[in-house]
């Protein structure tokens, strides 16, 4: 598979409120980058207009260098909140993003059974989204993000409503999953252990609005990585002192505003 | 209470106010019987006539053109709510125009529209159709128009970032959205849809539940108005469980749906 590389460069506002800055940020081909920010700082913002849901006032983003218009169809979404449609099964979930691509049911219902087994789900083909915990709904979305083999992966705090155990085992099923084809990742989130553990590139954010990127981080830590031991490395601390003191600042600057 | 205890103490209830009625009708200690009788007959005669509507199968007629009013009605008022629901969910500025119309005409009484229903449609099943239709429809309508609208923004941008055209996003998305929306009041819908057939034929017709009620009033046969409030009342019962057994088929999604079976 070949990956070019996501352009991003862009400024994004609502109404009068300026959510984001001007933010310049490339993800190169196979690589994993996670932004971390303060509450409210727009992360979600950013990836929203990657992935064409909305429209940037300033700037633009480019996907495989074409600029993006309407929904970026190269590109896999994982939602924070449940977007899992409530009134189709598990394996009508998986398999209907391959439909409406012009699969024939049959092939896709065979795939999709496929895929709800790499995500660990087998036997729960015939659940519906209520029937399953947070965890395994989560997994559900990652095997229909992924089975339409979208080129660039786009993540917004996926694993944020989850408990911290299922969070951490998560963690190592995208990992895994990821690792076959290693496409290019925008990993939003506000937990820092978790960018660290799974990114090759940690891009700090500024506290909202006109939010910027304040600092990069490369995240030096060797691949394939098992998502709960990499924490325990005295390298995985020494990145997290230093990215926590950038990030610190502007957790406290929302703080200060607030109160 | 277990199951068995709980159906004892519903017989007993129906029991003690049978036993009460017969007391009343029989001997002279709530009044004079034959005023009892009067007014309220008594529950051998309503049984027996009850009895003699099946054996003679006069009440089958009756019971059929009802059916027939109220599938009518409901079918043809769920078609056009839903039709309208999405016309206007998909056109919020047609919809402003139309809301204070939409408004005004769910708001008036519609039995004082069954005189004009009898002059446009005659005295046959379809000027109670139409009134079980004003009924239907605005149910329908409203819900339908609020399932479209109420739809969930995550579950439609996924929907979009799954590759989803129009026609796609309707069929995944909306329309599943806006039928759970539908089949919530599928229960009042059916309701009013038999509301409107039977008020209809007491107003004005020449079959049917309604006009088995009426006529006997109009005689003075209390026995015979009783006896056509009980067929109707079962006949209710009946089309509810109906209901309830579609309603539980087609939201087993619904985690609501699923705890009841």
Same mark, same amino acid.
């Given at each position: 598979? *070949? ?10 506002? &609502? ?35 990657? /992935? ?21 169809? *190269? ?12 009134? +189709?099964? /598990? ?33 729960? *083909?015939?659940?519906?989204?209520? &029937?399953?915990?947070?965890?395994? %709904? +989560?997994?559900? /979305?990652?095997? &229909? ?5 979208? %080129? ?30 290693? %496409? ?48 325990? *490395? ?5 990145? &997290? ?11 406290? +600057? ?6 | ?57 006069? =009440? ?11 599938? #009518? ?10 039709? =309208? ?8 500025? @047609? ?12 708001? #008036? ?15 046959? @099943? ?82 049917? #539940? ?11 046969? @209390?026995?015979? @108005? ?24 087609? #939201? ?10």
């Amino acid at each position: 598979m *070949e990956l070019a590389g996501v352009g991003v460069a862009f400024g994004a506002g &609502q109404n009068a409120f300026r959510a984001v800055g001007r933010v310049d940020l490339a993800v190169a081909p196979h690589e994993f980058v996670a932004i971390v920010g303060p509450t409210g700082c727009g992360k979600s913002t950013l990836l929203n207009v990657v /992935a064409g849901l909305l429209a940037p006032v300033e700037g633009e983003a480019r996907v495989f260098g074409r600029p993006v218009r309407g929904v970026t169809r *190269e590109a896999g979404y994982l939602f924070q909140q449940d977007a899992l449609m409530p009134w +189709k099964t /598990a394996l009508d979930n998986v398999a209907v993003a391959l439909e409406v691509g012009g699969v024939a049911r049959a092939a896709a219902l065979a795939r999709a059974r496929d895929w709800l087994a790499r995500v660990g789900l087998s036997g729960f *083909e015939a659940r519906y989204p209520h &029937q399953l915990s947070g965890g395994q %709904k +989560k997994r559900v /979305a990652l095997a &229909q993000m992924l089975i339409r083999d979208p %080129k660039i992966l786009l993540m917004d705090e996926p694993f944020g409503p989850l408990d911290a155990q299922t969070r951490a085992l998560m963690g190592d099923v995208l990992l895994d999953l990821w690792s076959a084809d290693r %496409k290019a990742v925008l990993f939003v989130t506000h937990d820092l252990e978790e960018a660290i553990a799974l990114a090759d590139r940690v891009v700090v954010m500024s506290a909202g609005p006109a939010a910027r990127l304040v600092s990069q981080h490369v995240v030096d830590l060797p691949r394939p990585r098992d998502a709960n031991e990499v924490r325990l *490395e005295p390298r995985f601390h020494a990145l &997290q002192k230093a990215i926590w003191e950038d990030l610190r600042a502007e957790v406290l +600057k929302t703080y200060g505003r607030a109160s | 209470m277990s199951r068995g205890a709980l159906l004892g103490w519903r017989l007993a209830v129906a029991a003690i106010l049978i036993a009460l009625w017969h007391i009343a009708a029989n001997t002279t200690l709530f009044g004079d019987p034959k005023t009892v009788r009067f007014f309220f007959s008594t529950p051998g005669d309503v049984a027996a006539r009850v009895w003699n509507f099946f054996a003679t199968g006069s =009440i089958w007629k009756h019971l059929w053109i009802t059916l027939q009013e109220t599938v #009518l009605a409901f079918v043809i008022g769920s078609a056009a709510g839903i039709l =309208i629901g999405f016309a206007f969910a998909m056109a919020p500025r @047609v919809a402003a125009v139309f809301d204070p119309y939409l408004k005004m005409a769910n708001a #008036l009484p519609r039995v004082v529209l069954a005189p004009i229903f009898m002059l446009w449609f005659g005295l046959g @099943v379809w000027s109670k159709v139409a009134l079980g239709f004003t009924l239907v429809f605005f149910i329908v309508f409203f819900n339908v128009y609020q399932g479209v609208k109420e739809t969930s923004p995550v579950i439609l941008a996924n929907a979009r970032m799954l590759g989803m055209n129009g026609w796609q996003l309707f069929r995944h998305v909306y329309w599943p959205s806006a039928m759970s929306w539908m089949f919530s009041s599928l229960h009042s819908s059916v309701g009013f849809a038999l509301v409107g057939a039977v008020v209809g034929e007491y107003l004005g017709a020449a079959a049917g #539940l309604g006009y088995l009620i009426h006529e006997a009033e109009g005689v003075f046969d @209390v026995t015979g @108005v009783f006896a056509g409030m009980f067929v109707l009342a079962v006949f209710v019962i009946l089309i509810d469980q109906i209901v309830t057994f579609a309603e539980n088929r087609l #939201l087993v999604w619904r985690p609501e749906a699923a705890q009841r079976q």
